[in-house]
T-cell receptor, first 116, second 118 residues
């Protein structure tokens, strides 16, 4: 079964507007971490934001915020005040909590194109 | 402070050949993970190295092997290349201390090695 599902293959957003990228996950582990990474055309994956399963508050990092709905198993990324440089692929990823499990499981990604 | 560096950035091989990809982790990091990213897909975990040993492995055949050196750098080797091995190979580094900490799992990635198999 797919651990991370990103249902939006591509999105367009106007500069200075906000955009929400959807992510749902599947795990039976009570301890897990959720990550969002940005991948520009250069190929490098850039860490954006992290949410732990036991965190009481939604994570925020500058213009990035994570809308964490644990019961729905969703972890949507909100990018506020979009900039042209935000155009990239965005990946949601999860690390499940077992201390001997170090891998990240990634979704298929969402392409964001910011229009001037 | 140098980030994660990978070499080569691009390479072309033919079916049946062997390839070696190299990775130098970010300064201060001791753990290296390798991911395969096929075109239009998310990265898939290949394996992770810590203390010069393979600590965890994903769903990849034995044709994929690796090594970690005492300076924490790492190599990924792929034997008997198939067309389906064409992908971007990403190296990610982290520190063991961070893996056990509150932001557990945050990885620092290189720009990848793009392998084309003809």
């Amino acid at each position: 079964a797919q651990k991370i599902t990103q249902t939006q293959p591509g999105m367009f957003v106007q500069e200075k507007e906000a955009v929400t990228l959807d992510c749902t996950y599947d795990t039976s582990d009570p301890s897990y971490g959720l990550f969002w990474y940005k991948q520009p055309s250069s190929g490098e994956m850039i860490f954006l934001i992290y949410q732990g399963s036991y965190d009481q508050q939604n994570a925020t990092e500058g213009r990035y915020s994570l809308n964490f709905q644990k019961a729905r198993k969703s972890a949507n990324l909100v990018i506020s005040a979009s900039q042209l440089g935000d155009s990239a692929m965005y990946f949601c990823a999860m690390r499940e909590g077992g201390s001997n499990d170090y891998k990240l499981s990634f979704g298929a990604g969402t392409t964001v194109t910011v229009r001037a | 402070d140098a980030g994660v560096t990978q070499s080569p950035t691009h390479l072309i091989k033919t079916r049946g050949q062997q390839v070696t990809l190299r990775c130098s982790p970010k300064s201060g990091h001791d753990t290296v993970s390798w991911y395969q990213q096929a075109l239009g897909q998310g990265p898939q975990f290949i394996f992770q190295y810590y203390e010069e040993e393979e600590r965890q492995r994903g769903n990849f055949p034995d044709r994929f092997s690796g090594h970690q050196f005492p300076n924490y750098s790492s190599e990924l080797n792929v034997n008997a290349l198939l067309l389906g091995d064409s992908a971007l190979y990403l190296c990610a580094s982290s520190s063991q201390a961070d893996l056990a900490g509150p932001r557990t799992g945050e990885l620092f990635f290189g720009e990848g090695s793009r392998l084309t198999v003809l």
